[in-house]
C-alpha cells in the first residue's frame, strides 16, 4: 500500500496561488460576459467553476432553462433580482447555483460565518431547497444547514455558528437569530427570498422585518416566484432599491401578469356545493390509474375529506398533508407521494408553491383559491419541465361568473367541461351512515363545515365569494350532517391576529413571555421521560382529545343556552346524614350483597309505591281513604273476588307449569333411549367383528320417532313400565325398558321387545327359531 505523500508549506502555497489565478481568471470572464446578447443554453458555457459545473453534471442538470439563461449571468455580476417566471421553469437553481459561486469567489470559509441565507415560506419548499444544494454543492467546501419548525432546537444551535448557507422557515431563523450566540450575520453576503410574495404578505410581515434588522445592509438580494409584486414599500423593506427585473417575455410586459405552462391542460366545472363531493368522488373512480392532487381551503375539510373517502375504499391509494400534522408525518407524506404511480393526495395551499413533485397529471381544485396567483401556483405542481398535465377547478355558481372574470384578465382562459350523469355516483348516504356511527368523524363533518364557511366569510373578493348566498343546510347534510352547526363569525381584525400568530414561532412567543423578574417562560423545555409519554398515550381513531373538547364545549355552551341548565350548584351535604357503609365481612354476606336475586330474597317480594305530593313512597293501600274502599264493594266481596282472581291465575300457570314438565320428561326419555341405542349398536358391532354368532338382537324400531311414539303411550295404560333392563353387554349399562301386558294389535307387532338368554346349544338355538316364527 503506497503512502500518502505529505504536502509541503512551499506545495501549499503554490496550490493557494494557483487556485487564486483561477478565482481572478474567473471574475475577468464574469465582467467580460454579456449576458444580454449571449444565447448559451448549456451551464458549461458559462463563466462558472469547476466544481459547480461537475455538481450540475452529475445531477443531470446540463440544459438551462429560460429563466436560468436570463438570471444567473447577471446574479453572477452581483447584481439584485427580482425574478419571476412560470412555475416549474427551474427558479431553484437559478439562485442556489449564484449563491454557491459568490461564497467560492470569496474564498468563504467556516470562520467567517454565515454567508448566504435562504427563505423559504414553507417547511417543504425549504426541505427541497436544501435536496438540491447538497446535491449541487457536493464537490464544495461550504457547509450548508436547514432549520424548520418541527425539528431539535438544541441539535441546531449546537451547529449552526459553522454553517455558511443557511436553508430554513422566517420563524425558526428569526428563533436562531435570538437565541443562537455563535450565529455571526454580519457577513452575510447573499439574500434569496423563494416565493417572495408569500414572504412579503402579512402573515410574515414582523418575521421578516426583524430578520433584515440583523442583517447588514450592503448585500446582495434575490427574489423569486412564480407571482411577483412589486410594491415599493416591500422593496424598501429588504433595501431592494437598485434591481434588475428578470423574467420571460410575458412577464417583461405585464409583472402583475403570471403565466400558466403550456403544455398544461385547463378546465372548470360548474358544481353546486352540495353536489362537490359526489362530483369529486365519481371523478376519482373514474381516474384510479393517475396520479393527482386535491386542493381544499382549510386543513380540517383535508382531514375529514381523507378519513370519509378513506372508509369508502374507492380504489387508489389516498394521502393526506397539512400544516397542523407533525413534521414527521409530512415529510413522510411527502416522501411517499414523491416516490408513487397511481395515488391522490388531498393537501392545503401549504403544498401549492415551489414544490417539484414528479409526474402528477391531474391537479383537482375542489375548493375555489382565494385569487388568481394562488390558481396559478397550484396548477403548477403539474406539467413542470415541459410535460403535459392536466387541471380541473369546481366553481360553484355564485364563483363561476366572477372568477372566470379574474381569470380571463390574466389571459388564462380554462374549458369548461361537463359532467356524464352516468358515471355520478351519491355518496350522501353513506357520509350520513358514516357520521351516524362514529361520533369523531361526525366531528371532523362539523369542523369542515365550519372551517369552509368562515373561509368564504373572510375572502376579501366579495365579488366571487358571497357569503350570504351559502346554502348551508344543504352543505351540511351533502357532508352527512344533520344540520348546520352554529358558527360564530370573528372580525377581520381577529382573523388577521390569528394569521400573524399562525406563522410565528412559538419559542419567540414564549420568549416574548417575560416574567416580572426577567425569568424567561418556556414550557417547551418541560423534561419528559419515555415512561411520562407511555403513560399519556391512548387508543384513538381520529381525534379522540380533540372530540373530548369539543363536546364539553358544546355542552358548556348548551348550558349558557339554559336548556337543561342546573340552577342550583351550592349543594352542601352532611356526612353526618350519610348512612355508614359497611362491607361486609363473612363470604355469604358478600354473595348476597352483589346478587339482586339473593337480596330480594330477604326483603319479600317488591311491591308497588306511589308518592305523595311531597315527593314520598307509600304502598297504595296507605293512601286509598275509607270512602274509596266502601265505594268498591263489601269487604267479603273484595275478599271473594281476590281470590277467584288468584285461584284463576293460579289454575293457568297450572297448565303452563304440566306442559313444561311434560315437555321435559319427553326429552330425558328421547336422551335415555338414544343412548341405549348407542350402547346396543355398540354391541352388535363387537360381536360381528368377533364372529361370535350369526343372529342380531334389535331394541326397538331402529326410528328414534316411532320410539318416542312408543315411550310417549306409556300414560295411555298399553304399556307398564318394567324392572331395569340387565344389559348382556360387558358394559354394565342398566336402563329402562317396556313390554306389552297385553296382546298387542297388529300396528303395534313392529314395537314388540323380545329379551333371551344367548344360546348355547343346538336344541336352544331351535327353540329360538320356533318362537321367532310364531311371533
Known amino acids: ?80 433580482i427580482l425574478g419571476a417566471a412560470r412555475t416549474g421553469s427551474g427558479k431553484t437553481l437559478a439562485f442556489l447555483v449564484p449563491v454557491i459561486e459568490k461564497l467560492y469567489r470569496e474564498k468563504w470559509t467556516e470562520f467567517d460565518g454565515l454567508g448566504a441565507l435562504i427563505i423559504s415560506p414553507t417547511r417543504e419548499l425549504a426541505m427541497q431547497i436544501y435536496e438540491v444544494l447538497a446535491k449541487i454543492g457536493r464537490y464544495t467546501s461550504f457547509s450548508a444547514g436547514l432549520v424548520i419548525g418541527g425539528k431539535d432546537v438544541k441539535f441546531e444551535l449546537e451547529r449552526i455558528a459553522k454553517i455558511n448557507i443557511l436553508v430554513g422557515t422566517p420563524g425558526r431563523i428569526l428563533q436562531h437569530m435570538d437565541q443562537a450566540v455563535g450565529l455571526n450575520t454580519s457577513n452575510l453576503q447573499v439574500l434569496v427570498l423563494d416565493e417572495a410574495d408569500r414572504c412579503l404578505d402579512m402573515g410574515f410581515k414582523k418575521t421578516l422585518d426583524a430578520i433584515v434588522t440583523n442583517l447588514p445592509p450592503v448585500r446582495q438580494t434575490l427574489l423569486f416566484s412564480a407571482t411577483q409584486s412589486q410594491s415599493l414599500a416591500d422593496l424598501a423593506r429588504l433595501s431592494l432599491t437598485d434591481y434588475k427585473t428578470i423574467g420571460t417575455a410575458e412577464v417583461k410586459e405585464s409583472a402583475n401578469m403570471p403565466t400558466t405552462p403550456e403544455t398544461l391542460q385547463q378546465s372548470y366545472i360548474g358544481v353546486e356545493l352540495p353536489d362537490k363531493l359526489d362530483i369529486l368522488y365519481s371523478f376519482i373512480k373514474t381516474h ?236 417547551t423545555k418541560e ?65 348476597k350483597a352483589t346478587s339482586k336475586k339473593a337480596s330480594l330474597a330477604g326483603k319479600g317480594n317488591p311491591s308497588k309505591l306511589v308518592f305523595d305530593d311531597d315527593g314520598e313512597a307509600h304502598p297504595i293501600y296507605e293512601l286509598e281513604g275509607e270512602d274509596e274502599f266502601h265505594a268498591k264493594g263489601a269487604a267479603e266481596e273484595q275478599k271473594d273476588a281476590y281470590l277467584l282472581k288468584e285461584s284463576e291465575a293460579m289454575k293457568t300457570h297450572d297448565i303452563a307449569d304440566k306442559k313444561l314438565a311434560k315437555q321435559k320428561r319427553q326429552e330425558k326419555k328421547r336422551k335415555r333411549l338414544e343412548a341405549l341405542r348407542r350402547e346396543q349398536e355398540t354391541e352388535m358391532d363387537s360381536e360381528d367383528d368377533e364372529g361370535s354368532g350369526p343372529y342380531q338382537v334389535t331394541l326397538g324400531t331402529g326410528d328414534l320417532n316411532e320410539d318416542l311414539d312408543v315411550s310417549s303411550s306409556e300414560e295411555s295404560g298399553h304399556f307398564a313400565k318394567r324392572a331395569k333392563y340387565d344389559s348382556a353387554s360387558d358394559s354394565g349399562y342398566e336402563s329402562e325398558s317396556y313390554v306389552k301386558k297385553d296382546k298387542p294389535s297388529a300396528n303395534d307387532r313392529h314395537a314388540r321387545v323380545i329379551e333371551m338368554e344367548e344360546p348355547e346349544s343346538l336344541e336352544d338355538l331351535e327353540s329360538l327359531t320356533t318362537r321367532l316364527l310364531q311371533n
Open 527 to 591: 423534561v419528559r421521560t419515555k415512561i411520562d409519554k407511555m403513560f399519556d398515550r391512548r387508543n384513538q381513531t381520529v381525534l379522540s382529545e380533540h372530540y373530548l373538547n369539543v363536546t364539553k364545549a358544546q355542552a358548556d355552551e348548551d348550558e349558557e343556552e339554559g336548556f337543561m341548565s342546573i340552577k342550583r350548584h351550592d349543594h352542601q351535604i352532611n356526612e353526618e346524614d350519610l348512612p355508614q357503609l359497611i362491607a361486609p365481612t363473612s363470604k355469604r354476606a358478600q354473595r
Open 1 to 80: 500500500m503506497a503512502k500518502k505523500q505529505r504536502v509541503t508549506t512551499a506545495t501549499r502555497k503554490q496550490l493557494r496561488q494557483k487556485e487564486d489565478e483561477y478565482i481572478a481568471n474567473l471574475e475577468a470572464q464574469i465582467d467580460e460576459y454579456d449576458a444580454e446578447s449571449s444565447k448559451h443554453t448549456l451551464f458549461k458555457e458559462l463563466p462558472l467553476s469547476h466544481h459547480a459545473v461537475k455538481g450540475l453534471r452529475d445531477n443531470a442538470f446540463v440544459k438551462m432553462t429560460e429563466i436560468q439563461q436570463k438570471c444567473i449571468p447577471v446574479a453572477l455580476k452581483g447584481h439584485d
Open 288 to 523: 384510479l390509474k393517475t396520479k393527482m392532487i386535491v386542493f381544499l381551503s382549510s386543513s380540517k375539510q383535508v382531514h375529514f375529506v381523507y378519513e370519509t373517502f378513506r372508509k369508502l375504499q374507492p380504489g387508489i391509494s389516498l394521502m393526506h398533508l397539512h400544516g397542523r400534522q407533525k413534521q414527521t408525518a409530512r415529510t413522510e407524506t411527502l416522501d411517499k407521494y414523491s416516490r408513487a404511480q397511481h395515488t391522490c393526495l388531498f393537501a392545503t395551499d401549504v403544498v401549492a408553491r415551489g414544490i417539484d413533485f414528479p409526474a402528477v397529471d391531474w391537479v383537482i381544485q375542489a375548493d375555489c383559491p382565494e385569487n388568481v396567483d394562488t390558481y396559478i401556483h397550484r396548477v403548477g405542481r403539474s406539467a413542470r419541465y415541459g410535460k403535459q398535465g392536466k387541471s380541473l377547478i369546481m366553481l360553484t355558481p355564485q364563483e363561476e361568473e366572477g372568477f372566470l372574470k379574474r381569470l380571463k384578465q390574466r389571459h388564462i382562459e380554462p374549458n369548461k367541461l361537463t359532467i356524464k350523469q352516468s358515471r355520478r355516483k351519491s355518496i350522501k348516504p353513506q357520509l350520513q351512515s358514516l357520521l351516524f356511527q362514529d361520533p369523531e368523524l361526525k366531528y371532523l363533518g362539523q369542523k369542515a363545515f365550519i372551517s369552509y364557511v368562515r373561509s368564504i366569510y373572510i375572502q376579501k373578493d366579495k365579488e366571487v365569494f358571497k357569503f350570504e348566498e351559502l346554502p348551508n343546510e344543504e352543505f351540511a347534510n351533502s357532508l352527512g350532517l344533520p344540520g348546520a352547526p352554529k358558527i360564530k363569525m370573528k372580525g377581520m381584525k381577529s382573523v388577521e391576529k390569528a394569521k400573524e400568530l399562525k406563522n410565528t414561532s412559538r419559542q419567540l412567543l414564549a420568549l416574548s413571555k417575560a416574567n416580572e423578574d426577567g425569568e424567561i417562560e418556556d414550557r
